[in-house]
């Protein structure tokens, strides 16, 4: 079925540690692969995406890895800053008009 | 460049009424698609629009339906409301289907009462 499964829900981090939130997919046809940050009061804001074309993308402090043959992708940011605290969804078309989201992570980053 | 723009931003129906929400999309995108949000939850797809017709839809309720105009907005209508249809309802445009990339707009919120 469609189904995009994200973890953790929640996550707490140390202001300049690292974040990392994994996510699976379902669909092995699924070829493009976005993030998006949702802030209180807000829409999702697209933050990186990923084609299967490749392995690692990177964009200052955000990158997504992709692992095609399981069917992973994860989203990393490092040296966390306050602004990073919102939530985080991962996303993942299905018979490539619609785009499944995860049920979200929230972010938070401790002083 | 105006990016999404949903209206409007609020409203409260009352249970049975019937609600249109509306969005223009960003310039340049012809693909609108409509999500609800619930508290707490990640954005479920309720269906898509190009060239006017409905392309894909989600395991919503013929309750929900939609139009997409020449101009590429396009109007999300719920009839016989429900108090679980209360949400944050979101609008994405993009182009072409398929390429991801959705733009979001800031949503209606809707409160069914």
């Known amino acids: 079925g469609e189904n995009v499964e994200q973890h953790p829900s929640t996550l707490s981090v140390q202001e300049g540690d690292s974040a990392v939130i994994k996510c699976t997919y379902s669909?092995?046809?699924?070829?493009?692969f976005p993030w998006y940050k949702q802030e209180l009061g807000k829409g999702p804001q697209l933050i990186i995406d990923?084609?299967?074309?490749?392995g690692e993308k990177k964009d200052q402090r955000i990158a997504v890895t992709l692992n095609k043959t399981a069917k992973h992708f994860s989203l990393h940011i490092t040296e966390t800053q306050p602004e990073d605290s919102a939530v985080y969804f991962c996303?993942?078309?299905?018979?490539?008009?619609?785009?499944?989201f995860g049920k979200g992570t929230r972010l938070h980053i401790l002083p | 460049d105006a990016g999404v723009t949903q209206s409007p931003t609020h409203l409260i129906k009352t249970r049975g009424q019937q609600v249109t929400l509306r969005c223009s999309p960003k310039?340049?995108?012809?693909?609108v698609s409509w999500y609800q949000q619930a508290l707490g939850q990640g954005p479920q797809f309720i269906f898509q629009?190009?060239?006017?017709?409905?392309?894909q839809r989600g395991n919503f309720p013929d309750r929900f339906s939609g139009h997409q105009f020449p101009n590429y907005s396009s109007e999300l209508n719920v009839n016989a409301l429900l108090l679980g249809d209360s949400a944050l309802y979101l609008c994405?445009?993009?182009?072409?289907?398929?390429?991801?990339?959705?733009?979001f707009g800031s949503g209606t919120r809707l409160t069914v009462v």
């Open positions: 990923i084609r299967s074309n490749v």
């Open positions: 669909d092995s046809a699924s070829n493009y």
């Open positions: 310039s340049g995108h012809d693909t």
């Open positions: 994405a445009s993009s182009v072409p289907p398929g390429s991801g990339g959705y733009t």
């Open positions: 629009y190009y060239e006017e017709e409905e392309r």
């Open positions: 996303a993942a078309p299905f018979r490539d008009d619609k785009i499944i």
